[in-house]
């Protein structure tokens, strides 16, 4: 097992308390044009309900909670989480999941919507598989400036059911906020870990864990080039070798031509969490490096620090049931920092998948501990 050297974050804010129920889960960061921080979670409803809710931090303070959408026939789920993102014009879009009547286990769809900055009024505009009663589309990520998002769907021909044989798809949202291309990208990736898409200086780049023959599953990218997506690309040739889906895709951070992504494997039946940075747009990566401290549970999050770093969260374990929320830098010349204990917290679903953001010169970190929970890291102690 590798040891590495680590410590407990002595300049750690706990910020004033979200506005988030009890019970609430699911949370997710993203940043405004201009900084601004968002956190989105999803609350328990009584009875037997649930709502996405969203609020944003002033500088000071939360502003109160304000609801996205809420229904009885929603598909909740640890690791198939909503998402949000901020248009520059300051309109938002999020997007839940939800079941049609009659859905057997996994069977549910995307329902997309889009926040008025003028009105603040959310209205649907667009919803992906939302007839499917057995099989799913999930998974989705938007383009960090609301223009698209990558999502999991059944294949157009059938064949998903019980073996959630899944396509990578990508849906553009215009000016106005409209969905269109809708289109396929991957005939066959793993069926259910998270994607991930930004905006490079070369174009859109979208991550996400493929299935190869063998039934290998690493992490490939596409890139969007002269109208068209190219042939899955392997970020890294692991070799993970695993008849089934392991739940854990891939994060993406992108500044100009600066392109990192960070991913768990367990390839050779070691667990490892591993960073991989790309200077030109995400045509060639680097040799991974590893960031975990040699006992990793991964759900790995990623952004970007500052000119010359990166920054990821993960979990690791630490003993029967235990876990850490743990935060490192990643140098773009390949120069690790120290890893960092963020918070301490259970090693089971519970704890969901932390994230990170950056605004100004602080790292906030969410992540569950019974409720939704956020956190600033000063950037230099990192």
Request: glycine share 12%; with cysteine.
């Amino acid at each position: 097992m590798r040891v590495a050297a680590f410590g407990v974050l002595t300049a750690l804010a706990m910020l004033a308390q979200p506005p988030v129920g009890p019970e609430s889960g699911m949370p997710y960061l993203a940043a405004g044009a201009k900084g601004e921080v968002y956190l989105s979670w999803i609350d328990p409803v009584p009875p037997a309900g649930h709502a996405l809710r969203w609020s944003k931090w002033t500088g000071s303070s939360w502003t109160p909670a304000e609801e996205v959408a809420r229904g009885q026939r929603w598909f909740v789920n640890w690791a198939d989480f909503p998402a949000i993102a901020i248009r520059p014009d300051g309109t938002m879009l999020a997007h839940w999941l939800a079941r049609p009547d009659d859905a057997k286990k996994y069977g549910y769809g995307i329902r997309v919507a889009r926040r008025e900055a003028a009105t603040g009024k959310w209205s649907e505009i667009y919803g992906m598989s939302l007839d499917e009663k057995e099989d799913y589309a999930g998974f989705l990520s938007f383009v960090p400036d609301g223009s698209g998002a990558v999502y999991l769907a059944p294949p157009a021909s059938g064949g998903g059911g019980e073996g959630h044989r899944k396509t990578l798809r990508y849906v553009r949202f215009d000016q106005s906020g409209q969905p269109g291309g809708d289109r396929e990208v991957d005939a066959d990736v793993c069926s259910c870990c998270q994607t991930a898409v930004v905006a490079t200086e070369n174009g859109l780049l979208a991550a996400y864990r493929d299935h190869q023959p063998g039934e290998i599953r690493d992490i490939a990218v596409v890139r969007w080039r002269d109208g068209a997506w190219t042939p899955p690309q392997a970020v890294h040739a692991d070799g993970w070798k695993i008849n089934g889906c392991p739940t854990d895709g891939p994060s993406l951070a992108t500044s100009g031509r600066h392109v990192g992504v960070a991913w768990l494997t367990r390839a050779n039946d070691v667990a490892r969490v591993q960073a991989a940075v790309s200077a030109d747009g995400g045509a060639t990566f680097q040799k991974p490096l590893r960031l975990d401290d040699g006992n990793p549970l991964g759900r790995p999050a990623l952004t970007v620090l500052d000119a010359n770093n990166d920054v990821a969260v993960w979990l690791e374990r630490t003993g029967e049931g235990k876990a850490e929320v743990r935060i490192r830098r990643i140098g773009h010349d390949g120069r690790l920092g120290k890893s960092r204990v963020v918070a301490a917290v259970a090693a089971a679903r519970s704890a969901g998948f932390p994230k990170v953001a950056v605004s100004g010169d602080q790292v906030w970190v969410a992540w569950r501990d019974g409720k939704v929970r956020v956190i600033t890291v000063a950037k230099q102690t990192l």
